[in-house]
């Protein structure tokens, strides 16, 4: 039986889509509430970013209760960077005892990238290792071995990059992943087709539902700020030509444009199982990228 | 070898104001190394602390110097004794082990860090240092090809690279290689690759109750109590 309606989904050959929120720095949640009712009957699951970038914010299963109570379906984004084993095990009982289910398993981003990079980076399991945990307390024991008094029962995903531009070692860390028991996948972002394609043909054998990460760009500017600043990132140099195309202050249409036919051509061809649509702060446009890329409607 | 990096002066000053007889002391060992504390800088702080003392006219002080071969060993700190005896402060330019001798030898005295000590490493060139080694207690070079990812990767992570990755740089700072492709490429060329398809389960951070204490299975007498 399946964990989620996420989960269902996960195994009905939809097409699914998800998309995330970043929670506010402070404790002001009205925004992140109005984006909760916005999206929640538009998309499939919306994840909660676990202090994204390493900046420090509203925590990502606060977040995720929020998602819950206002009937949504939330996606725990959780990092290794902030807790350690202990914590990560509390945190994980808490989730699932609230009805917070997917998992979402990261290392997280290094603490340097953030606005506390004096913290101390934590470190103690990786993103494979958080994948077999949960496993193990689905067996109904800690990592320790101590029997748990009630096992939780969790759907997990990962994240795995295919425009790397070296990539024969993801897919190494991908595999792993796998075996340790994620079930889907959310890419970071995809700007090149040919990548994803690529990943494909690879990924197929596995049976694992991949959802192609979407990122929403501004501008040609942001575009080379995420080449220059955000780990692992690269847009390809045709879609930075076609944002600097747009004319003054239509840069945000531009990217919504662009990404709708991603997802469009992506769902057309039946590149992959679904889409996960990153708007980086601009949380309100995603029902008109959904809009442009004809998958109003979905869910249906 | 231990590699540290000498405090800025004005620090130094200010460690050093309420004692009128200082003994600057030096390490010929790893901080001779690494340009930090070995005889030559001994003598230019000495110099050092002389010329800002006379501009800022705050505190007559007395230096002495010298530099023994190894602070972290007792045996040479018995070469002090008598020096120690005739001055109220020792400021060490031994790394923290070497402080720390000092002050566990001399309790009455007050023993001052003169460098940071920042990592064990290797030279890459000359003044150029990079750390190696995190002392983690538990080596697993064998599988990652002779390539340390819990000291050079930022994460210390076992199972392969982030998806952060740019360039074969880290994503904490450019300058930097990912371990991460360094393994994965070394072990490609040592056609060992599938060490890096194993699953590495989490450390076992047991191995590193602090403080350590190794005793040599080949000696008769472990010494005092540890504690
Ligand atoms: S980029 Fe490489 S070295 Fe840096 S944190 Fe990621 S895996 Fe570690």
Redesign the interface.
């Known amino acids: 039986m399946a964990n989620s309606l996420f989960e269902e989904k996960l195994y009905s050959n939809e097409f699914l889509v998800t998309t995330e929120i970043g929670p506010p720095k402070g404790a002001d949640i009205s925004e992140m509430v109005h984006h909760i009712d916005l999206l929640k009957d538009k998309v499939d699951a919306i994840n909660i970013t676990d202090h994204q970038s390493s900046v420090m914010r509203f925590p990502s299963l606060g977040g995720c209760l929020l998602v819950k109570e206002h009937g949504g379906e939330p996606i725990l984004q959780m990092t290794c960077r902030d807790r350690n084993r202990l914590a990560l095990q509390a945190d994980l009982l808490l989730a699932y005892s609230r009805g917070i289910v997917n998992v979402l398993c990261l290392t997280g981003d290094s603490v340097d990238a953030g606005d506390h990079d004096e913290a101390k980076p934590v470190f103690d399991l990786d993103s494979v290792q958080l994948l077999k945990m949960i496993r193990i307390m689905e067996s109904g024991t800690d990592i320790a071995g101590k029997e748990l008094k009630g096992a939780p029962n969790f759907c997990t995903g990962a994240s795995v990059h295919p425009e790397a531009d070296f990539i024969e070692p993801q897919l190494i860390k991908f595999e792993k992943k796998v075996s340790a028991g994620a079930q889907f996948f959310q890419t970071q972002g995809i700007f090149d087709l040919g990548s994803l394609r690529r990943f494909m043909q690879y990924a197929s054998q596995f049976n694992v539902k991949i959802l192609a990460g979407i990122i929403v760009l501004a501008s040609a500017r942001m575009a080379r700020y995420m080449n220059d600043n955000v780990p692992g990132i690269i847009v390809a140099q045709a879609i930075i030509d076609e944002l600097a195309s747009a004319g003054k202050g239509k840069g945000l249409q531009k990217g919504i444009e662009v990404a709708a036919r991603l997802i469009r051509t992506i769902k057309e061809e039946n590149l992959c199982h679904g889409v996960h649509v990153m708007a980086v702060g601009n949380e309100g446009i995603v029902p008109d990228i959904l809009e442009a890329a004809e998958l109003v409607g979905v869910p249906s | 070898m231990i590699v540290a990096e000498q405090k800025p002066l004005d620090e130094i000053s200010r460690m050093i104001a309420s004692y009128e007889r200082v003994l600057i002391l030096g390490c010929g060992t790893c901080m001779t190394v690494c340009d930090a504390g070995g005889e030559r800088e001994v003598s230019f702080l000495h110099n050092a602390l002389r010329v800002a003392q006379s501009k800022i006219g705050n505190g007559i002080h007395i230096f002495w110097e010298y530099t023994l071969k190894r602070q972290c060993d007792p045996e040479f700190l018995e070469l002090i004794v008598e020096r120690v005896a005739e001055v109220d402060a020792v400021l060490s330019l031994g790394c923290g082990i070497g402080v720390q001798a000092v002050a566990e030898r001399f309790p009455e005295l007050p023993s001052l860090p003169g460098v940071n000590t920042s990592f064990m490493g290797m030279t890459r060139e000359t003044g150029v240092w990079d750390e190696r080694c995190a002392a983690c207690g538990d080596c697993r070079l064998e599988d990652t090809a002779g390539i340390c990812p819990i000291t050079r990767c930022?994460?210390?992570?076992?199972?392969?690279?982030?998806?952060?990755?740019?360039?074969?740089k880290?994503?904490?700072?450019k300058d930097m290689d990912c371990a991460?492709?360094l393994v994965?490429e070394r072990l490609e060329k040592l056609a060992q690759?599938e060490r890096?398809?194993r699953?590495?389960?989490?450390?076992n951070?047991r191995t590193i109750p602090r403080p350590r204490r190794i005793i040599s299975k080949t000696s008769v007498d472990p010494g005092e109590e540890y504690g």
């Open positions: 930022i994460k210390g992570i076992l199972n392969g690279p982030c998806a952060g990755t740019k360039n074969g880290c994503e904490a700072n991460w492709l994965y690759l890096m398809r699953y590495y389960p989490p450390r951070f």
